[in-house]
């Protein structure tokens, strides 16, 4: 997914990824080096990204205690979830990966479709620990924890305070905003500054989905049950999502990169996004100061819905049977699972907002931001994570988000949304069953 590839919220340069030997460092082929009877007691983890989940393994290899480091395979998140899916479906397990990142949209696709394949992590992980809202995707139909929790997609609202306050408001005035409230200072902001509010893609539905989880809600139930045309905050967020165009506050973008272009040139004064997004406001330095960050908006017709939602993220997950399992769970459990110096650490080198609660104990997250006008964005981060509600995202995202960006499109151009809703249920029943 794109916008995980740019989980960063420091500006990073090009990190170059070299092939190394036995010593921990990560090969850029896709073949792993977990096969073999030399191998058959090698730790070895496959993640995408070099900059920035590769760079949190490396960085974890050198806190990890151990003299045997673990062996770092990069691949794309295609590439891995296409082998995974390959591999587990044949029942041959030859060349996986000991220890393996999974999105957390991902997920419960492969519990569900492989309940045998991966290890019971719960021995390793105090719930309490990291942020609740993970535990939706990474535990099984057993109440068991099959991931432990990596990066935090938690949403926030990027803005322009210098545009806000020409348009008549302060930052406090940002502070817990419903939707609407929201739309109507994209009126004034207009008004006054002939700024667009935000840039919006028609077939990007991650608003849609930002508000869906706000609510507690997504596309399926608790039992995986398809949930799209009763869906209250579905219906709310599409609704938004097609004000915000009539309105003439959202700037209708074709791509990911016309998005960030339209904030990096100032035509637009706000961004509800991921934390993640962040890397990419700041490629516009000469804006440094002039950035704040607000919670996440509301839904104001859904009472479940809160100022706290998330887009993104991923877990770690250890296949069972692959190398030596014991050494994978307890890398996981002395990194990942517990280091506030590696935290530390990633933040400074990746901008990791971690979803492992101790993370807040940190020097880098009580420093405070100069492009940010001095905020505490990691701890601001850290509070509304702690907020956002746990959904179980289903096996089927994707798949569902594919056939609903036609539906949207089609409520975008006048048809009726209620008889839509019922026509997408219909649609994805008779797909995913």
């Known amino acids: 997914m794109k916008k995980l590839s740019k989980l960063s919220i420091a500006l990073l340069g090009t990190l170059l990824i070299a092939a190394c030997g036995s010593g921990g460092g990560a090969s850029e082929s896709g073949d792993t080096p977990n096969k073999g009877d030399d191998k058959q007691k090698a730790v070895v983890a496959w993640a995408w990204d070099p900059t920035f989940n590769i760079k949190a393994l490396e960085e974890a290899n050198n806190i990890y205690s151990s003299d045997e480091k673990i062996e770092i395979v990069a691949s794309s998140q295609d590439d891995i979830v296409q082998k995974l899916n390959t591999a587990l479906t044949a029942g041959n397990k030859d060349g996986l990966p000991s220890i393996v990142l999974i999105e957390d949209y991902k ?8 309940p045998d394949a991966f290890e019971d ?33 938690v949403s926030g609202l990027f803005y322009r305070s210098d545009l806000i306050q020409e348009a008549g408001y302060t930052d406090e005035d940002m502070t817990d905003l419903s939707w609407d409230e929201y739309i109507k200072i994209g ?31 997504w596309y399926t139930g608790e039992n995986g049950e398809v949930t799209i045309a009763n869906n209250k905050s579905l219906k709310a967020g599409i609704e938004l999502y097609i004000k915000m165009l009539e ?37 516009a330095e000469d804006q440094s100061g002039s950035w704040r960050i607000a919670p996440t908006p509301r839904l104001s017709d859904v009472s479940s819905s809160v100022n706290a939602s998330s887009i993104g993220g991923g877990s770690w997950y250890v296949l069972k049977g692959v190398g030596d399992t014991a050494k994978a769970k307890e890398f996981l459990k002395e990194t990942f699972g517990s280091s506030e110096d590696l935290m530390n650490t990633l933040v400074k080198e ?28 990691y701890l601001d981060f850290s509070e509304w994570m702690n907020e956002i509600p746990t959904v179980k995202y289903g096996k089927h995202t994707n798949e569902i988000e594919a056939i609903m960006t036609e539906f949207v499109q089609r409520a975008i151009n006048g048809e009726d949304l209620d008889q839509l809703l019922t026509e997408a249920q219909a649609q994805v029943e008779s797909t995913i069953n």
């Not at 997920?107 to 492989?114: D, H, R």
């Not at 990169?257 to 490629?283: F, H, K, R």
């Open 247 to 283: 309105e003439g506050i959202a700037l209708s973008v074709s791509d990911w990169d016309s998005g960030v272009a339209a904030l990096n040139t100032g035509e637009v004064a706000s961004a509800p996004s991921g934390s993640w997004y962040s890397s990419s406001i700041m490629q």
């Open 107 to 114: 997920a419960q696709g492969f519990l569900e479709s492989y």
């Open 121 to 153: 992590l719960s021995d390793i992980i105090n719930e309490d620990d990291f942020a609740q809202y993970k535990f939706g995707a990474s535990k099984g139909k057993d109440g068991k924890i099959y991931g432990l929790p990596f990066d935090s997609g």
């Open 350 to 377: 990746i901008g990791l907002v971690s979803t492992l609660k101790a993370a807040e104990n940190t020097e880098a997250y009580q420093a405070e931001s100069e492009f940010y006008s001095g905020q505490k964005v």
């Open 187 to 217: 009126k004034d902001v207009k008004e006054k500054t002939g700024k667009q509010l935000l840039s919006l893609d028609p077939s990007d539905l991650g608003p849609v989905r930002i508000m869906m989880q706000s609510a507690g809600e």
